[in-house]
Structure formats: structure tokens, C-alpha cells
């Protein structure tokens, strides 16, 4: 059973940096997918960033794009996501979400991704 544990989330101000880690276990994950996903309050669930092993690559959604950095740790099973120069309107819950990669996939769906996190809160008060 695969299990994605995701933590880092907090409150702060506009303009402050955070970073979230989500330890995966229950399996090795370093050929998998791997990203992030977040849910503001009334709204639908977005993809954020997606890191692959092989080739090695990262994508942004691009609201995010020069501020976030996704990044992962193979030897622990492990993804991080540094947040900068965060914004009000990062504010949501955040998801770790891995997956097998796949060819033809592009990643940034929900249905590319079989393993979620509990997700981690984030406010970001202006």
C-alpha cells in the first residue's frame, strides 16, 4: 500500500517562502511521476508542478512559474516543492500525487496520477 505524506503547509504572509515535503512509502517511487496538485476554497482541484525520472524534467502550471521549484529525493523516497514569493491567491490545500509514467501522457491530469496524498493546508494572508 502506497501511502504519500504530505507536510511543510503553514500560514504566512505575502511575499514568504515555504516548503512542502511528502514522503512516500509503501514502495519505490523513484521511477514514478511525481507532483503536486492544490484545491483553493470553492474551486477545483489544480495540477501545480510534476517532476520526472527518466528523461529527467519538471513542468509548471504557469501562475507558479519563477516562484515554485520542484525537486525530489530519490534515496528517500521523497518530493519537495519550495514556494516563494508566495501570494494570496496561492492559498489552497496542496496534494502530492505520484504516478507511473506513462508515454503519451502529459502529466498534468488528475487521472495520470494513482497514488494522493491527505493534502497540506497553505494561507497565504496578504
Known amino acids: 500500500q502506497v501511502q504519500l505524506v504530505e507536510s511543510g503547509g503553514g500560514l504566512v504572509q505575502a511575499g514568504d517562502s515555504l516548503r512542502l515535503s511528502c514522503a512516500a512509502s509503501?514502495?519505490?517511487?523513484?521511477?514514478?511521476?511525481m507532483g503536486w496538485f492544490r484545491q483553493a476554497p470553492g474551486k477545483g482541484r489544480e495540477f501545480v508542478s510534476y517532476i520526472l525520472w527518466n528523461p529527467a524534467s519538471t513542468h509548471y502550471t504557469d501562475s507558479v512559474k519563477g516562484r515554485f521549484t520542484i525537486s525530489r529525493d530519490n534515496a528517500k523516497n521523497t518530493v519537495y516543492l519550495q514556494m516563494n514569493s508566495l501570494k494570496p491567491e496561492d492559498t489552497a490545500v496542496y496534494y502530492c500525487v505520484a504516478g507511473q509514467q506513462r508515454a503519451y501522457s502529459d502529466y498534468t491530469g488528475r487521472g495520470d496520477y494513482r497514488y494522493w496524498g491527505q493534502g497540506t493546508q497553505v494561507t497565504v494572508s496578504s
Open positions: 509503501g514502495r519505490d517511487l523513484s521511477s514514478y511521476a
